[in-house]
């Protein structure tokens, strides 16, 4: 009698869909923190421009405006002229970071000065799917990422 080498067909067959069902799985709960991520790293775009916005004000020793449209999901960093633009930064679709919103409170613009200080207290939203983070900016120029306190997923 011949001994049994190897594996049935039946067997590799099982073996792949046990694997199909483990990665399956797997990606699917990786999708959410890929879009964590995103608004994490927009969110970190977002305050190394305020910084960089500051940095230019004090340097060119003139206010510097950033200006938001929330409808395209972008941002303008320019002169107080509006003669040069020194950042245009989109968020949404077709970028890195494909947010569903980036909301601005309580105007879409605000400016800093060459002392740091801005017009007013300032509180960018940035969503994909209900996860939300805000970057707030103080009258007093400080800049910090904070998680969002609003309703919805944190």
Known sequence: MR??????LVEIMIVLALLGIISALGIWQMVPALEHEKVRGAAGILIADLQYAQMISARQRQ??????NPSLKMYIIRDRAGTTVYRERFLGEDSDYDLDAL??????????FPNGTAT????FTLDIGGYKRQVRLSRAGQIRMLAYTGGGKK
């Not at 001994?3 to 049935?8: I, L, P, R």
């Not at 206010?63 to 938001?68: E, M, Y």
């Not at 007013?120 to 509180?123: D, R, V």
């Open 103 to 112: 909301l601005v409170t309580p105007e879409t613009s605000v400016e800093l």
């Open 120 to 123: 007013e207290a300032t509180t």
């Open 63 to 68: 206010p510097v405006a950033v200006i938001v």
């Open 3 to 8: 001994s049994a080498h190897g594996f049935t």
